[in-house]
């Protein structure tokens, strides 16, 4: 199971969920990544931690003014990449673009959707990865895996018949590792989650709950 915690725009300290991220992930062999605000990427890869962007996109070297290009994320020391978060959404044709910049970068690549049809045509896309997340449960106190389980079993199967060495990932409102325990039940390979760890009193103790039954 790959944990994948996003930090949003939170007003979290990256460098100590950074540091116990990469801490836990150590000492259980969960892997663990942090994706920060762009401009904290370089810093966050310092500290040992792997580090995914939150976007990046479809352009390449040139005249994009104000744009995220993968090759800087990428120079930053980003291994992986989120495309067309819920809260950063992208029309189609720049879905497709950001993960054909992403790979061109070299990053590992999860394009979010909604809902299983979505699951569907972004696996289409031929990301290494693709997350479910109902808007309506992110960040809430309800984990998908028990509140809408059939939308993480629908997504599996949307995938798997578009192709299946496109992993599924689930998010919206995952704190526990009980909620973790319950996607990968449910055929979920990773986990998208911010708010049970970037809002922790105790980030690494969160972290540490959540691996806890891997
Ligand atoms: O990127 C993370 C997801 O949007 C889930 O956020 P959440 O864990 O706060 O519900």
């Known amino acids: 199971m790959f944990i994948l ?14 540091t116990a991220a990469r801490d836990v992930a150590e000492e259980s062999g969960v892997r663990i990544a ?9 810093r966050v890869a310092d500290t040992g931690v792997e580090t995914w962007a939150q976007h990046v996109d479809p352009n390449d070297y ?3 003014t104000g744009s995220t290009l993968a090759e800087a994320v ?8 989120l495309i067309n978060h819920s809260e950063k959404r992208l029309k189609l044709a720049d879905v497709d673009g950001s993960v054909r910049a992403a790979e061109r970068a070299g ?23 693709v ?25 599996v199967e949307a995938a798997g018949e578009v192709d299946e060495s496109v992993e599924v990932f689930c998010g919206a409102g995952i704190s526990t590792g009980d909620d973790v325990d319950a996607a990968g039940d449910l055929g979920a ?3 998208l989650l911010a708010s049970g760890v970037a809002k922790a009193d105790d980030p690494r103790a969160a972290l540490e709950d959540l691996v806890e039954p891997l």
């Open 34 to 42: 942090v994706s920060p605000q762009a401009a904290d990427l370089r």
């Open 107 to 129: 990053l590992e690549t999860c394009v979010c959707a909604n809902n299983p049809a979505q699951v569907g045509a972004a696996a289409a896309l031929g990301p290494d990865s």
């Open 131 to 155: 997350a479910v997340e109902p808007p309506e449960l992110i960040g809430g106190d309800d984990s998908v895996a028990t509140a809408d389980p059939d939308i993480v079993r629908d997504a």
């Open 189 to 191: 390979t990773g986990i």
């Open 74 to 81: 990428a120079e930053a020391g980003a291994a992986g990449t």
């Open 62 to 64: 040139g005249s994009h």
């Open 5 to 18: 915690v996003n930090l949003k725009a939170y007003p979290c300290d990256p460098i100590e969920v950074s």
